[in-house]
C-alpha cells in the first residue's frame, strides 16, 4: 500500500521551468522530493505545446488558462479546488491575485502551506490604487489560513509578522542549478560575439522596481564597456519606452527575454561583472543564480539586496552612484567579489539544502 503523502503544486506556470522563480522551485521540488511524495505540478497549457504526463514522478496537469493576469484569478481558483480533491498537502506559491481561496482548505480538512513571494508584493510599483488593494487583501488572507508561511527572506519573515500578525518560516530560493559555458562555445559564440569583450550583463522583467531606467541611464554616461541587459521589454508600456529610447545605443545591448537556460547562462556567465537593479525582490532568483555563476555583483541598495548577499555585494542607489562603483572596480575588489558571492551561494542558496527544508516542513504537518 502506498502511503506516500500527496503534494499538490498550485500557483505556477508549471514544470519543466520555463518562466520564473516559482516554476525554478517546483521544478526542482520535483526532482528532489519525487521519491518522498506523490507531487502534482498544476502547468498553464498555453506554455507547453508538448503535454508530458509526468516529470521526474510528478504528475502533470494542464489547464487551458492563462496563469497570470485577471485570468490567473480563475487559474489558481480552478488548480486550488482540483487540488482540495485529492492533497493531502497544498503548496500554494504566491497568493497575490487569488489568496482569497485558501480557506477552502477547511471544507475538505487539507494542509496548505503558502510561499508569499517577494517583499511586500502589494506595493510594486506596476500595480494601481486598486490592484494594490486586492493584493494586500489576498496576502493577509493567505497568510492568516495558511497552516504554514514561508517567506524568503528573514525582512519578510519581520513584515508578514508586523503586518499580518503571521508566523512564516524562511526558506530561500536555490542558484546551483545553473552552470558555467565557455565563451567558445560554439553553440553560441557566433550569434553573441560581443563575449569576446568586456561586458557588463543584468536580467529583469520589465518593471518599473526592477529599475531598468537606472541602468540605462548609467550607461548613457559610461563608455569603458557595454551593458547587456535581458528583458522581456513588450509586456509593458515602461518597458517598449526604454527598449525605443535606448535601442541604438553604441553602449548597450538590449535582448529580449531568454527562456534557454544554457543560453542565458553563456551570456551571464561570461560578463565582466553582473548588475543586480531589483528594489522588490525577497531572495531574488536571479542574484542568487548570478551569485552561483560566481560572478561580481553591483546591486542596487535596499535592504533585502544586502541581506541575500551577506551585506558584501557593491552597492548603488541611482544612476550616479552606479557610474562610480563601475568607474571604481579595480580588478582587485572585482575578484574579491566573484569569492564572496561564490562562497555565500554554495552555504545558503542550493537546493539540495532548500528541498530538506520543505521536506522538514511537510513532515512536520
Known amino acids: ?20 522563480g516559482f516554476e525554478t522551485l517546483a521544478d526542482f521540488l520535483c526532482q528532489n522530493l519525487n521519491e518522498d511524495y506523490e507531487i502534482t505540478v498544476y502547468c498553464n497549457a498555453h506554455k507547453y505545446p508538448i503535454k508530458d504526463e509526468y516529470y521526474f514522478g510528478a504528475r502533470l496537469k494542464y489547464l487551458k488558462l492563462e496563469a497570470n493576469g485577471f485570468k490567473g484569478i480563475f487559474y489558481d481558483l480552478i488548480t486550488y479546488v482540483q487540488a482540495l480533491l485529492s492533497a493531502d498537502v497544498i503548496l500554494y506559491l504566491s497568493p497575490v491575485g487569488s489568496g482569497f481561496i485558501t480557506p477552502l482548505k477547511f471544507l475538505f480538512n487539507k494542509k496548505v502551506i503558502v510561499n508569499h513571494g517577494g517583499l511586500n508584493e502589494w506595493e510594486r510599483e506596476k500595480l494601481n490604487p486598486i490592484q494594490k488593494v486586492w493584493a494586500k487583501f489576498n496576502h493577509r488572507i493567505a497568510a492568516k489560513f495558511a497552516d504554514i508561511n514561508i517567506a524568503d527572506n528573514f525582512l519578510y ?61 548609467a550607461f548613457e554616461n559610461f563608455e569603458d ?10 509586456i509593458s508600456k515602461y518597458g517598449i519606452d526604454l527598449k525605443e529610447k535606448y535601442k541604438d545605443h553604441p553602449n548597450m545591448i538590449l ?15 561570461n560578463g565582466y561583472v553582473y548588475i543586480h537593479s531589483h528594489s522588490r525582490c ?15 555583483i553591483i546591486s542596487f541598495d535596499v535592504a533585502t539586496n544586502r541581506e ?3 551585506n558584501k555585494a557593491i552597492f548603488f542607489s541611482d544612476s550616479i552612484s552606479l557610474v562610480r562603483q563601475l568607474q ?15 562562497k555565500i551561494a554554495s552555504k545558503k542558496y542550493t537546493w539540495e539544502n532548500i528541498s530538506k527544508e520543505y521536506r522538514a516542513i511537510i513532515n512536520s504537518l
Open 282 to 296: 525577497g531572495t531574488a532568483p536571479s542574484l542568487v543564480e548570478a551569485m552561483s555563476l560566481e560572478n561580481a
Open 157 to 217: 519573515q519581520k513584515r508578514l509578522k508586523e503586518i499580518f500578525n503571521a508566523d512564516s518560516k524562511v526558506i530561500r530560493y536555490g542558484g546551483d542549478h545553473v552552470n558555467k559555458i565557455e565563451a567558445d562555445d560554439q553553440r553560441f559564440s557566433k550569434k553573441y560575439s560581443f563575449v569576446k569583450y568586456k561586458y557588463a550583463v543584468s536580467v529583469s522583467r520589465a518593471q518599473l522596481d526592477n529599475n531598468i531606467h537606472i541602468v540605462l541611464e
Open 225 to 234: 564597456y557595454k551593458i547587456v541587459l535581458i528583458s522581456n521589454w513588450g
Open 328 to 342: 571604481e572596480l579595480t580588478e582587485n575588489n572585482l575578484n574579491k567579489s566573484k569569492k564572496e558571492m561564490m
Open 255 to 269: 535582448l529580449d527575454a531568454i527562456y534557454d537556460k544554457d543560453e542565458l547562462d553563456y551570456i551571464r556567465g
Open 1 to 20: 500500500m502506498n502511503n506516500k503523502k500527496k503534494i499538490h503544486i498550485v500557483g505556477t506556470h508549471g514544470v519543466p521551468a520555463k518562466y520564473g
Open 308 to 310: 541575500t548577499t551577506e
